[in-house]
């Protein structure tokens, strides 16, 4: 069978998964003295493919990708990778996934080749050391203190960690958080370079750009719920227009003269926000004609522009929409 057919047995599969902490020892919702971080969890991601969790600070996404990984116990529901489970399969699962963090500790003392070898070490059949400084394009810092690493070349070294083993199942937690754009593209090929040998990625980020790039399927957290699944055109297409106008006023220009319902009432506009710094955004099927009615209206009632632009909608703009937060909102 073709692993990436819809009939195939999915990479990984969770149903009904639950976690709740003690009050004060996690983030999430409150209920009779509990903290509700996940709740009845429902996902199930192919094989070779790339996936996609969003959701802000407190959305369940980390507790979500530590129960998927073995790292914590679920207070209830199903967890399944290859058609395993972590109760029986443990030590096979390890040696079949990999897992980068945002920010692995290294230890700094250690050459890049001293590194590999020791990771290499903790697995039955390795990957050949050479093959993996290519990957990650270290070849010529093989014998280079981690210390003396750039920020990119240790995230570099920590994906090369990560798959030692060909693993067929790769966690990336945040991967490119802090790096330069040129660091973050490195990696981004990195992960198309491993789901061209076969590989599924998990992929969690708070860049909408990667996400749209890297991802086949985005699931929305928030507050521990699944709120939205789909392909990033689909989750776009959802807000009912493809272009967002957004505007921001003079100080002291009055914002209180706009509000959402007559802003709503522009021509083509589907979807208005106003974020915490006083900027409105403006879902738009055609900018062409929501632009001109709303200067006309701003004129109308006496409000100065600091500034006006239009541009393409993301997968921010089907967050905020969805819940009302940002992304990067705590």
């Known amino acids: 069978m073709n692993p ?10 969770c149903r009904g998964l639950r976690k709740i902490y003690e009050a004060g020892r996690g983030s999430g919702r409150k209920r009779a003295g509990e903290v509700l971080a996940v709740e009845g969890l429902d996902l199930s991601i192919r094989r070779g493919e790339c ?38 399969d443990e030590s096979r699962l390890r040696e079949r996934m990999g897992v980068a963090l945002q920010e692995t500790r290294l230890p700094e003392k250690l050459t890049v080749e001293e590194v590999l070898t020791l990771f290499r070490s903790f697995y039955q059949r390795p990957r050949p050391l050479e093959a ?25 070294l920590a994906i090369a960690c990560a798959l030692v083993a060909e693993p067929e199942i790769l966690f990336l937690d945040e991967p490119t958080t802090g790096l330069d754009p040129q660091s973050r593209r490195q990696i981004w090929g990195l992960v198309a370079a491993y789901r061209a ?39 776009i297409a959802g807000l009912g227009a493809e272009h967002v106008v957004e505007l921001e006023l003079e100080a002291g220009a009055g914002q209180g003269a706009l509000d ?69 909102d705590d």
């Open 132 to 156: 993996l400084l290519a990957d990650v394009q270290l070849e010529e810092k093989r014998r280079a203190w981690v210390v003396k690493l750039s920020g990119g070349q240790r995230q570099r």
């Open 260 to 328: 959402e319902a007559t802003l709503r009432g522009l021509p083509t506009v589907t979807e208005v926000h106003l974020s915490g710094e006083g900027v409105w955004a403006l879902a738009a099927v055609e900018p062409e004609r929501a632009v001109p009615a709303l200067r006309a209206l701003l004129q109308e009632r006496g409000q100065r522009l600091l500034r006006l632009g239009t541009r393409k909608a993301t997968l921010e703009d089907v967050f905020v929409s969805l819940t009302g937060r940002a992304l990067r």
């Open 197 to 235: 040998r076969g590989g599924t990625v998990l992929l969690t980020t708070h860049y909408m750009e990667e996400a749209e790039r890297l991802c086949d399927r985005v699931a929305i957290l928030d507050r521990g719920r699944l709120i939205r699944l789909g392909t990033p055109a689909e989750l």
């Open 51 to 88: 996936f996609g969790l969003l959701g802000p600070n407190g959305s369940g996404k980390t507790t979500t990708v530590e129960m998927l990984e073995g790292l914590l116990l679920p207070t209830g529901g199903e967890v399944r990778l290859l058609g395993m489970d972590w109760a029986h």
């Open 4 to 13: 990436t057919s819809p009939d195939a047995e999915p990479a990984v599969l």
